[in-house]
């Protein structure tokens, strides 16, 4: 666990036990002995620590770094007065510090332009913190907060076309690489759906980047499904998602050409025609390690909010997973300078049709 052999781990261990996920056995004079894991499925395990944690007695110093880290998990801060843990006595604030810039909890960066002090959570922000502090110069803290609260509540939130305040702000987000919003063009034209950043797994580098990218595309064209079907809608997302894990397969449907694009670009599925209606798909998955894991990540995304799977990736999936030259669609793109025509656009998907088919 990399906590020495204190009263500190020992702390941790009684929180860990009480929650069932290690036992530990002391051998004489109390000492650590033996302590086994019994770890479950990683979105179960975060729920299970913390209404252990809730029930316990805590102490200002544990209340200020939960809400202080709570705080930053919405989004980097420039008003330190803002954070509990900076209301926190010298004696106590600065080992706080100091332990949470360890455990890549809280840290703090110097911004070059203005030589302002922010803080952050690299566990989220720290490929975008600059661009969020931008954002909030902008658009105002609680603006961009409010915004990124309803995209934590529904990952892969629609961000629509429309004139209204709420959607311009989501689509200035996007644009500016706060919010990942990877774009799935279908029978109702483009939408892109916006997502909350996550870390970067360092354990696997760009190979996590991209199996988080293909996770968010597959809940993107999901999404899509769900709200702009249009022969009929999906119902439920982590369903229809369960039974292409269950069944490699879905369909037949006439939207998957279009809905499914982005996966069939990516080498995430494949197409195959109905026998019985010409017009008719069916969508199958390509059962390859970097897509399960991506698959499993889509799901845990609809489950818990975060992408488990694809931030514990095992080393030997990242020696061969960078099998492409696919580059990740993490925010949305500006509009090409060229709009290709209807009849275009339809002889083109037709020759992407036949390109996928089995």
């Not at 996920?21 to 913390?50: C, F, I, M, W």
């Not at 030589?115 to 600059?130: A, I, K, N």
């Not at 209807?342 to 996928?356: G, P, R, W």
Request: with cysteine; charged share 25%.
């Amino acid at each position: 666990m990399g906590i020495p052999n204190t009263s500190t781990l020992k702390d941790v261990l009684k929180v860990l036990q009480t929650a069932e996920v290690v036992d530990v056995r002391l051998g004489t004079g109390g000492r650590l002995s033996v302590v086994r894991e019994n770890v479950p499925k990683y979105g179960d395990l975060y729920s299970k620590v913390g209404d252990v944690f809730a029930g316990m007695d805590t102490t200002e110093v544990e209340d200020a770094l939960i809400d202080s880290y709570g705080k930053l998990v919405e989004g980097p801060v420039i008003d330190p007065e803002s954070l509990p843990v900076n209301g926190l006595s010298s004696k106590y604030k600065s080992p706080l510090l100091d332990v949470a810039d360890a455990a890549s909890l809280i840290r703090t960066v110097q911004r070059p332009t203005t030589g302002e002090v922010v803080f952050y959570t690299p566990q989220f922000w720290d490929e975008r913190y600059d661009k969020y502090i931008d954002a909030v110069e902008r658009l105002g803290d609680d603006v961009v907060r409010d915004a990124i609260r309803k995209v934590a509540s529904k990952q892969g939130y629609a961000i629509r076309q429309s004139g209204t305040n709420e959607d311009q702000v989501m689509l200035f987000l996007a644009n500016s690489g706060v919010l990942p919003s990877p774009i799935v063009h279908g029978l109702k034209g483009e939408v892109a759906f916006a997502f909350t950043p996550v870390r970067n797994p360092i354990q696997a580098g760009p190979v996590g980047t991209k199996i988080i990218a293909k996770a968010r595309a597959i809940l993107a064209c999901v999404r899509y499904g769900e709200g702009y079907g249009s022969a009929s809608k999906i119902v439920s997302p982590i369903a229809l998602l369960s039974a292409l894990r269950l069944r490699g397969k879905i369909g037949p449907h006439s939207d998957i050409p279009e809905q499914y694009k982005l996966l069939l670009e990516q080498g995430v599925c494949r197409l195959s025609r109905s026998t019985v209606n010409s017009t008719m798909y069916f969508l199958h998955f390509t059962d390859t390690d970097e897509n399960k894991l991506a698959l499993d990540s889509a799901i845990e995304i609809l489950e818990d909010g975060a992408p488990y799977s694809a931030t514990t990736i095992q080393p030997e999936i990242a020696g061969y997973a960078l099998y492409s030259d696919f580059t990740e669609p993490v925010t949305a793109r500006a509009k090409r300078a060229y709009t290709p025509s209807a009849e275009t656009k339809n002889t083109l998907n037709k020759e992407l049709i036949e390109m996928f088919l089995l």
